[in-house]
């Protein structure tokens, strides 16, 4: 028999820490996308160039951290830190994700929706940290 919760964190983990990769690889292939994202939904939050590539290695260690389930203690809260940081950046595309109240048709981004679904599942990867069976950290004995 399967045992679902192990394999579904282990599909968090790898939902969450795959986008932080691939979030990485884009600051570190292609610095002025991810320049670009920044300023329009972000506020221009680190978008000096010079910070884009060790930033964008640094979020690819961690996204494939979290996907192995590697140093989880470490991994698993700033997982969460910088995921819910950039939920807070973007605060009124949640609130207001039709263009009803704060912003309008033309500036509503229904597609930041699933940020909160994703920072809920940082969450419940802490929750259930001693749970994760199926992880790097616990092949290891940690």
């Known amino acids: 028999m ?60 961690l996204g494939l951290a ?5 140093f989880r203690k470490i991994a698993y809260p700033v997982q969460s830190i910088v995921l819910g940081l950039g939920l ?11 263009g009803m109240y704060l912003l309008t048709e033309e500036t509503r981004e229904v597609l930041f929706f699933p940020s909160l679904t994703v920072f809920a599942a940082t969450l419940v990867l802490l929750a259930f940290r001693e749970e994760d069976t199926i992880s790097l950290d616990k092949r290891l004995g940690r």
Request: proline share 5%; net charge positive.
């Open 2 to 61: 399967i045992m679902l919760k192990p394999v579904s964190l282990l599909l968090l983990r790898m939902g969450t820490g795959f986008l932080l990769s691939i979030w990485g690889l884009i600051k570190v292939a292609a610095p002025e996308a991810s320049i670009g994202v920044s300023e329009k939904y972000y506020g221009g939050v680190l978008s000096v160039e010079m910070l884009q590539v060790p930033l964008g290695a640094l979020q690819i260690l």
């Open 66 to 70: 979290v996907v192995f389930g590697l």
């Open 88 to 98: 807070l950046a973007i605060w009124k595309y949640i609130a207001d994700p039709l």
